[in-house]
């Protein structure tokens, strides 16, 4: 009787073992299967990331109405043609006294030209060339810069074609104070220029 009763008990834990295992498996892979509901499928949670700290790390305030004005302000075309236009005042002032350093003909009065300069005259050359310099590399930056964040912001597009056409523009504007072809040379030798210049930087 006794040996009946373990038969049958074993023969039950047989029996059920199967059944527990494959309940087992089923509820892991249900659980799987609603973990990456959660990640990747339609229950999965989208961030608002205009929220603060929502990126992890520290959290970041929201900006106030005095920073989004400068923001605004430093992406505006005035604010990027007067930065280039005091860049280009600055570099060109230093180029100019840059090739009058290395000019020997600098501070020579072409009516006497066998008089030695004295150092006040060569440093007057100098400052007279880079000055020249200056003002001539500072409207070249300030007007290629507006240019190109006005074609940018007209196309809606950030590319190499945008430095083109300021380069165009540019050029064609400079140029055309000596006629025509001069525009027309200055137009395309500005466009190339910049092209060549953003297959480089890009």
């Given at each position: ?68 004005m400068i923001e605004k302000g430093m992406e505006s075309c005035a604010f990027k043609s007067i930065l280039a236009c005091v860049g280009g005042f600055v570099l060109g002032g230093a180029f100019g006294v840059f090739t009058a350093g290395i000019d020997t003909n600098v501070g020579f ?94």
């Open positions: 009787m006794a040996a009946s009763t373990g038969g049958t008990n074993a023969a039950s834990l047989g029996s059920n073992s199967p059944v527990s295992a494959d309940s087992t498996m089923d509820s892991s892979t249900i659980q799987y299967s609603m973990v990456l509901e959660h990640l990747i499928g339609e229950k999965r949670q989208i961030k608002d990331l205009s929220r603060p700290g929502v990126m992890g790390g520290l959290p970041t305030p929201p900006k106030s109405n005095e920073q989004k009065d072409p009516k006497d030209p066998l008089r030695t300069p004295t150092a006040r005259e060569v440093l007057k050359d100098m400052g007279q060339r880079g000055m020249s310099y200056a003002k001539n590399f500072a409207i070249v930056g300030a007007m290629f810069s507006c240019t190109e964040c006005i074609i940018e912001s007209h196309r809606g597009k950030s590319d190499w074609k945008n430095a083109v056409y300021s380069g165009c523009v540019t050029g064609g504007a400079i140029g055309f104070r000596a006629g025509l072809k001069a525009g027309v040379l200055g137009c395309g030798g500005f466009a190339a220029f910049s092209a060549a210049i953003e297959y480089y930087l890009r």
